[in-house]
């Protein structure tokens, strides 16, 4: 009888098995949402492997002045970490991330670089600093609205990668050797596409052009480039004539060959300047509007910057 009872007790385990697997516990990956495209990328690029990041500004959606929908909501409120730039960026965003369950801003991290918001129209040479101040000297002031572009600059890039993967060993320490491992490798490519993007830049010094609006200061600024101006500073509200003859005057005073335009604003502006003053038109997409989202997407958005300028510039 001593065989079949034990038959019986394997069966009975056997049986049991999926009932006890069902029983244990998941590994649930976190729940995160991510304001834009850029800093999506680097978020996405942090939890290859693991999970997914939702998008709020998705498609060619603008980050100004967007209007969130009953969805954006729900999925605020369901995110168990929300990562933006901060209010000086994503200013609709303020009132309702503070809903959120916790939060992560771009402009908090430290060691962040910030520059204030220039003015736009017609910058001089050397007139797109503050006060004397050089980038890595820069820290905000009381009242002081800061530019928020931060992720063209690299090393700000690899400042927000390493709070995230901080922040998601947190959330979810059972993967915490994989964000600190894709949290190491973007690092590593991050240096990489500096160097790459220093390279590539270096001839184009000295050669002055005119943006559509001003997004652009922690590139220029990190690659020693030479704009002569913005076109305007809200890119939703259109420049004066004023500023648009003081632009003109100076593309040819300064013999700036190239304005460039955004994919989604319309270029009528952009192409009555060059017209005027004899440049070519280019595009640059400084906040990922043409960028499809996932890992690589900072990295695609950071050489399609590097290469427009460098084709416009290069007379290309």
């Given at each position: 009888m001593r065989k079949p009872l034990l038959a019986i007790a394997l069966l009975g385990l056997l049986n049991a098995s999926p009932a006890m697997a069902d029983s244990a516990p998941s590994i649930q990956t976190p729940n995160v949402l991510v304001s834009i495209k850029p800093l999506h990328g680097l978020?996405?690029?942090?939890?290859?492997?693991?999970?997914?990041?939702?998008?709020?500004?998705?498609?060619?959606?603008?980050?100004?002045?967007?209007?969130?929908?009953?969805?954006?909501?729900?999925?605020?409120?369901?995110?168990?970490?929300?990562?933006?730039?901060?209010?000086?960026?994503?200013?609709?965003?303020?009132?309702?991330?503070?809903?959120?369950?916790?939060?992560?801003?771009?402009?908090?991290?430290?060691?962040?670089r910030t520059l204030p918001t220039r003015e736009g129209g017609v910058w001089e040479p050397h007139d797109h600093g503050h006060d004397g101040h050089s980038h890595e000297e820069h820290a905000k002031e009381d009242g002081e609205e800061i530019d928020g572009h931060l992720w063209l600059d690299p090393d700000n890039a690899g400042r927000l990668v390493d709070a995230v993967a901080t922040r998601l060993k947190t959330l979810d320490p059972a993967h915490a050797a994989v964000y600190d491992s894709n949290?190491?490798?973007?690092?590593?490519?991050?240096?990489?596409?500096?160097?790459?993007?220093?390279?590539?830049?270096?001839?184009?010094?000295?050669?002055?052009?005119?943006?559509?609006?001003?997004?652009?200061?922690?590139?220029?600024?990190?690659?020693?480039?030479?704009?002569?101006?913005?076109?305007?500073?809200?890119?939703?509200?259109?420049?004066?004539?004023?500023?648009?003859?003081?632009?003109?005057?100076?593309?040819?005073?300064?013999?700036?060959?190239?304005?460039?335009?955004?994919?989604?604003?319309?270029?009528?502006?952009?192409?009555?300047l060059a017209e005027a003053s004899g440049a070519r038109i280019g595009q640059l997409d400084p906040e990922g509007a043409l960028v499809q989202p996932g890992p690589d997407a900072y990295f695609i958005l950071m050489r399609g910057l590097g290469d427009s300028l460098f084709d416009c510039l290069s007379g290309h």
């Open positions: 978020v996405a690029a942090v939890m290859k492997g693991i999970a997914e990041p939702g998008l709020i500004v998705s498609g060619t959606n603008s980050p100004h002045g967007y209007a969130m929908k009953p969805s954006d909501m729900r999925a605020l409120e369901a995110a168990q970490l929300v990562v933006w730039v901060g209010k000086d960026f994503e200013t609709w965003l303020e009132r309702p991330v503070g809903k959120a369950k916790a939060t992560l801003a771009m402009g908090e991290v430290a060691g962040i949290a190491a490798e973007t690092r590593q490519k991050l240096v990489a596409l500096d160097a790459e993007l220093t390279a590539k830049l270096a001839p184009l010094a000295g050669k002055p052009y005119v943006v559509f609006h001003d997004a652009h200061q922690y590139f220029e600024l990190r690659y020693g480039l030479t704009p002569a101006g913005a076109i305007t500073i809200d890119p939703e509200r259109p420049p004066s004539a004023k500023r648009m003859a003081a632009l003109r005057d100076r593309l040819k005073t300064a013999g700036a060959k190239c304005v460039f335009r955004e994919p989604r604003f319309a270029g009528s502006t952009v192409q009555a």
